[in-house]
């Protein structure tokens, strides 16, 4: 198994731009996650993802936009890019949910700057 | 609001040593407790969770000791090894959120050989 991919690594975006962050898991879990991660910070749920067609927001989901038509893919969009997005965005799965010990696989993460 | 967070930001320890990694949390309504592990450039892995039903779990050369009375749980690992150099990441989550984890902002640990 390939476990959780995301693409692409690294981008840069002019202010305004937009563009899709692709994930896509292998391990037919049902639950799927988008996390950001700011320099010495811990990670902050954008939004989640119980099943295909469902999803819901996280802590910090203005400025993004989900979706989930598969169980493998759950690509983020970012509309009109800002600076403050400037950060690193990690893709997570899970076969249940992640309060009773259904451990959360993680991908590389894509490190994004917005210019 | 609720926050998840560690005491120390960075943790420097002799390798062969033991490390003790601690992390303290304000809901009350926490009831599962994950630790993780992050490499540089590199996506969190899970290292121990624990329930709130229980005080302590032991892994591998791991154990997550949980005190829910003053909301404080901490990861001690035995014998650290230069491998071990990492930042250490606490997070909770709570039976009413399902889906929702809350991590803090993390400990870097440094094992110096």
């Known amino acids: 198994n390939a476990g959780v991919t995301q693409t692409p690594k690294f981008r840069i975006l002019k202010i305004g731009q937009s563009m899709t962050l692709q994930c896509t898991q292998d391990m037919n879990h049902n639950y799927m996650y988008w996390y950001r991660q700011d320099p010495g910070m811990g990670l902050k749920l954008i939004y989640y993802?119980?099943?295909?067609?469902?999803?819901d927001k996280g802590e910090v989901p203005n400025g993004y936009n989900v979706s989930r038509s598969t169980t493998e893919d759950f690509p983020l969009r970012l509309e009109l890019a800002a600076p403050s997005q400037t950060s690193v965005y990690f893709c997570?799965?899970?076969?249940?949910?992640?309060?009773?010990?259904?451990?959360?696989?993680f991908g590389p993460g894509t490190r994004l700057t917005v210019l | 609001g609720e926050s998840v967070g560690l005491h120390l930001p960075t943790l420097s320890v002799q390798e062969g040593d033991n490390s003790i990694i601690n992390c303290a949390y304000s809901?009350?309504?926490?009831?599962?407790f994950i630790w993780y592990k992050q490499e540089s450039g590199k996506g969190p892995q899970f290292i121990i969770d624990?329930?709130?039903?229980?005080d302590k779990r032991q892994g591998q050369r791991v154990t997550v000791l949980l005190n829910k009375t003053v909301k404080h749980l901490s990861l001690q690992i035995a014998a650290t090894q230069p491998g071990d150099s990492a930042v250490y990441f606490c997070a909770e989550n709570s039976l009413g959120d399902a889906g929702k984890s809350t991590f803090g902002d993390g400990t870097t640990l440094t094992v110096k050989p």
């Open positions: 997570a799965s899970s076969e249940g949910p992640p309060n009773s010990y259904n451990e959360q696989f």
């Open positions: 993802s119980v099943g295909a067609g469902i999803t």
């Open positions: 809901n009350s309504a926490s009831d599962y």
């Open positions: 624990i329930r709130s039903n229980m």
